[in-house]
């Protein structure tokens, strides 16, 4: 059964603090990348790598970088947590493809910043 | 533009209707449109994707149809039942590559 695990599935983190969201996939596939899913504004994404050491920039990186040293792990670092980052993240992996390929998702970890 | 447009927000529907939730992109050059269902407490998980040289794609009660003149694709669910309700989001992305969603629709099918 394919997976992709993220570490944590709640977190509650002070403002300032410097927060590490970890994501396993045992898929062996090159990409991965981070969402944020807030209500009403969707799946939302943050980072993406298309292989170890490379990362792009998604639609919302500011406040937020990430890190591939290893092909199936990919983290998420909230350099200063602010209460703005209150939110439900969920990382995922694809294969690399010709065409669309599905992505693999994480249950979530819902982080919340006080 | 990158963005996909969703619609309804929500959508509520008796046992054996026909939900249908609607999208809508600018960037012609994305070239795969799936759909995602999550479940409360889940990530999404990929129900059905269609690639733009097709107009209709089915599998089981889910049918998506798609209209590229129009740069709009329809997902809708026949005989719909309670165990469909979850919260609905279209997608496309571009060379297999970056996956772009929509705001999501919430349905609850009533039994």
């Known amino acids: 059964d394919v997976k992709v695990t993220q570490s944590s599935r709640y977190l509650v983190k002070r403002t300032g603090e410097k927060v590490f969201l970890e994501c396993v996939q045992d898929m062996d596939h090159e990409n991965m990348f981070w969402y944020r899913q807030d209500p009403g504004l969707g799946l939302r994404l943050i980072y993406f790598s298309y292989d170890v050491k490379m990362k792009e920039k998604g639609d919302i990186p500011e406040g937020y970088s990430v890190s591939r040293e290893k092909k199936e792990r990919f983290s998420l670092i909230l350099e200063s947590a602010s209460t703005n980052q209150t939110s439900m993240y969920l990382c995922?992996?694809?294969?690399?493809?010709?065409?669309?390929?599905?992505?693999?998702f994480g249950q979530g970890t819902r982080l919340t910043v006080v | 533009q990158q963005q996909v447009k969703q619609s309804p927000q929500s959508l509520i529907v008796q046992k054996g209707g026909i939900p249908i939730i609607n999208c809508a992109y600018e960037?012609?050059?994305?070239?795969?449109f799936p759909w995602y269902q999550q479940f409360p407490g889940k990530g999404p998980a990929l129900l059905i994707a269609i690639r733009p040289d097709v107009s209709e794609k089915k599998e089981g009660r889910f049918t998506i149809s798609f209209n590229k003149s129009a740069k709009q694709f329809s997902l809708h669910i026949m005989d719909s039942q309670p165990g469909d309700s979850a919260t609905y989001f279209c997608a496309a992305s571009i060379e297999g590559f970056k996956t772009i969603f929509g705001a999501g629709t919430r349905l609850f099918v009533k039994a």
């Open positions: 995922a992996s694809s294969s690399r493809g010709q065409w669309g390929t599905e992505a693999f």
């Open positions: 960037n012609t050059a994305f070239d795969y």
